[in-house]
């Protein structure tokens, strides 16, 4: 199971650094994804890294400003958010992956087995 936490209310310009945790399996087994969906909009992919090494992916829209790592010993992957602006606002979830073709499918919803709950992510302008 995964678990998205960390998320609030800020203001633009702000940071946020949200954490994935898992529970019952490493998470070292798997690739992470995160993804966000804004009302009345369509889960979209926001940052991913690769089960083995230090690959990690970005949306071109959050380059520059977001990160993504991991720490194994703590079961969890985090996201921290920089120059939060309003068109980031959105729930934020993150997902686990195993699948051998991971470098070309990792911003597809699709590829992703286990999704946690999202946690809420407002920017005000």
């Known amino acids: 199971q995964l678990q998205?936490?960390?998320g609030g209310?800020?203001?633009a310009g702000d940071s946020l650094k949200l954490s994935c945790v898992t529970s019952g399996?490493?998470?070292?087994?798997y690739?992470?994804?995160?993804?966000?969906q804004a009302p009345g909009e369509g889960r979209e992919f926001v940052a991913a890294f690769r089960?083995?090494?230090d690959t990690t992916y970005y949306a071109d829209y959050v380059k520059g400003r977001f990160t993504i790592s991991?720490?194994?010993a703590k079961n969890?992957?985090?996201?921290?958010m920089n120059s939060l602006k309003p068109e980031d606002t959105a729930v934020y979830y993150c997902a686990a992956s195993s699948t051998a073709s991971y470098s070309s499918?990792?911003?597809n919803a699709d590829t992703y087995v286990s999704w946690g709950k999202g946690t809420q992510v407002t920017v005000s302008s």
């Open 25 to 29: 399996r490493a998470i070292s087994n």
């Open 76 to 80: 969890t992957v985090y996201l921290q």
């Open 4 to 6: 998205a936490y960390g």
């Open 9 to 11: 209310l800020v203001q």
């Open 105 to 107: 499918s990792y911003y």
């Open 70 to 72: 991991r720490r194994n």
């Open 31 to 36: 690739h992470i994804g995160w993804f966000r």
């Open 51 to 53: 089960r083995s090494g």
